[in-house]
């Protein structure tokens, strides 16, 4: 029980983070930040609860990364949804991803997917989580030259001005990553708690993880890296922001939300095709973090996979794990934030020992808490998680092992489905990636008939996702 409490506190401070970026982003819709805020807690918590209590398993869920960036910069700024039709669109996601669970077509997407794949999904997971690590603590710098930059702040990369700052740069291939020189504080901190961690990972401590966050959160007080004037409790009253939920909480349902969404029968093209890349992306996602870090550590087992082939109703671990989080995104939406799904970062826990609900219980219950301290966990560094999230990807990448890198009919996809997802800074993209190449070897081989017909849907619908990216 202690391991599974330690495992839950763990998986809170590695993605406690989203409480204050997902509100930083969405408000740039126009949305108020305090009540996104409220928001994102309560689609946590309560989806989170979900998945703990019901499914049994140790995972944590939360406003996505990459999903919220979608809802702001393309569909509101670049497709001119407003925030509240955007959400009516989160909520019909989540109704789509509760059908297509309880229907069983979402357990035979796992189903579908060939063991060297899942091997290599299970390694992308270490890859991409291992790079979020790298990049919170600091250790990379990113040049682009003037040429290089596609677009500032969702315009043209020609303006001059920009009100209220810079917000948001999008760059081509010609950004060039490099390693700072250590001159800067936070990465040096992140790179003594890096130490921290290794040390007491080969020592074999436990808990070693959550030790490593806490020892390298205290090291940042005298290092100046965690100002206390943050912590400011006027601003960040609970009072006021249960005032601006009133704004976001339910108003789907109201005339600005689903009866605007559907008022102009001519952009429901665009709606539908806007729903359906909500929800490819929130899919593949939480297939790739289940089967990647579920299959290794054993919270789901053989026995769980084959359940899904022959099971009906909710009777495995990984039906209920499904359901769960299909209706994360509904609960998100209805409380007002951007689509809720299953965490990578739930493998910090899962690497601490975590392996039932009780993991994912007292992670809920933290979130719930920081409706009253979230001035003190904002001052949690993200450079005090970064190691924890870097070791956690390292243990991860031994399935690596799993695969055999000498026949190169299974080495070209696995190596594009599981460094894609670092590359692209997505799942579902590297699981696509992994998919058309899989694919394509198949073909070449003369094998298609040993390609599940769903993964041939599978692969039709990512193409279609890049085709419609492309034309909007």
């Known amino acids: 029980m202690v391991t599974e409490f330690i495992a839950g506190i763990t998986t809170f401070l590695a993605m406690a983070y989203i409480v204050f970026v997902n509100p930083s982003i969405l408000s740039q819709t126009g949305m108020p930040s305090q009540a996104v805020f409220l928001a994102t807690l309560f689609a946590a918590a309560s989806s989170t609860l979900v998945m703990g209590l019901f499914a049994n398993v140790p995972y944590a869920l939360a406003p996505g990364m990459g999903l919220n960036a979608f809802f702001t910069f393309t569909v509101c700024f670049g497709l001119g949804f407003t925030w509240q039709e955007a959400l009516a669109m989160v909520f019909l996601c989540g109704v789509f991803n509760i059908l297509i669970t309880v229907t069983k077509i979402r357990k035979l997407l796992i189903v579908s997917i060939p063991e060297s794949l899942q091997h290599a999904i299970s390694a992308g997971i270490g890859v991409f989580i291992a790079y979020i690590g790298v990049k919170n603590a600091g250790f990379l710098n990113f040049t682009a030259s003037g040429s290089s930059i596609l677009s500032v702040n969702g315009g043209p990369a020609s303006a001059t001005q920009y009100a209220g700052g810079v917000t948001n740069v999008v760059a081509d291939s010609g950004i060039v990553p490099a390693l700072v020189n250590f001159t800067q504080p936070s990465a040096i901190l992140a790179l003594i708690g890096l130490a921290i961690t290794i040390i007491l990972m080969v020592r074999q401590v436990k808990g070693a993880l959550l030790l490593g966050i806490v020892i390298t959160t205290a090291l940042a007080f005298p290092m100046g890296l965690i100002d206390l004037s943050s912590a400011n409790l006027t601003q960040n009253s609970l009072g006021n922001a249960f005032g601006e939920l009133g704004q976001t909480f339910l108003v789907i349902f109201r005339p600005e939300g689903l009866p605007a969404l559907f008022a102009d029968w001519s952009r429901l093209p665009l709606v539908l ?46 039906d209920k794990a499904l359901f769960g989080d299909s209706i994360g995104t509904l609960i998100g939406a209805l409380f007002g934030t951007s689509n809720t799904t299953t965490y990578v970062e739930s493998a910090a826990g899962i690497g601490v020992g975590g392996r039932t609900g009780l993991t994912s219980v007292v992670t809920a219950l933290l979130f719930l808490a920081t409706m009253f301290i979230a001035p003190f966990v904002s001052l949690v560094p993200s450079v005090a998680t970064a190691p924890a999230l870097i070791i956690v990807g390292v243990l991860m990448m031994a399935s690596f092992s799993d695969l055999n890198w000498t026949d190169f009919a299974e080495a070209v996809p696995a190596f594009f489905s599981s460094i894609f997802m670092g590359f692209s800074y997505s799942i579902s993209y590297g699981i696509a990636a992994g998919f058309i190449t899989y694919a394509i070897v198949k073909v070449t081989q003369g094998k298609a008939k040993e390609i599940h017909a769903l993964l041939w849907v599978s692969i039709a619908l990512f193409v279609l996702n890049f085709i419609i990216l492309a034309v909007i």
């Open 273 to 318: 095709m806007t729903i359906f890349a909500f929800s490819l992306s929130d899919v593949f996602d939480t297939i790739g973090t289940f089967v990647g870090t579920g299959r290794r550590t054993g919270i789901f087992s053989a026995e769980d996979e084959l359940a899904l082939q022959n099971s009906s109703g909710f009777s495995s671990k990984m």
